[in-house]
């Protein structure tokens, strides 16, 4: 399984951005895939997931009423739409795969590589 992170980039404060995340090698069903995002010095944190078949979403407390994630099944693509985008919002954002869903990013089995964020003020 391989996961492709992309569309980061440099905004500025109140801007918008949309990350993808495209996955190979697995046909998904089941899977839960999940946004993780790190800055520097701290720790991984929970963006939200979905869950591949159903298409339920969670997004956490601090993204919910700015961010969505969406999914193309045809293209075995997951989305995060990031609107209002704010300095605190700057971190490499990570895209992870696991059949179980969980907030801990030690539980997901698949990572992709990063893809950077910068919001200036």
């Known amino acids: 399984v391989q996961l492709q992170a992309s569309g980061g980039g440099s905004v500025q404060a109140g801007g918008s951005l949309r990350l993808s995340c495209s996955v190979s090698?697995?046909?998904?069903?089941?899977?839960?895939l999940g946004w993780f995002r790190q800055a520097p010095g701290k720790e991984r944190e929970f963006v939200g997931t979905?869950?591949?078949?159903?298409?339920?979403?969670v997004l956490g407390d601090a993204m919910r009423i700015r961010w969505t994630i969406s999914r193309d099944n045809a293209k075995s693509t997951m989305y995060l739409q990031m609107n209002n985008l704010q300095p605190e919002d700057t971190a490499v954002y990570y895209c992870?795969?696991?059949?179980?869903?969980?907030?801990?990013?030690?539980?997901?089995?698949?990572w992709g590589y990063g893809t950077q964020v910068t919001v200036s003020s």
């Open positions: 992870a795969l696991d059949l179980n869903w969980s907030k801990d990013p030690r539980d997901y089995d698949y």
């Open positions: 090698g697995r046909t998904l069903d089941r899977e839960v």
């Open positions: 979905v869950r591949w078949n159903s298409g339920a979403i």
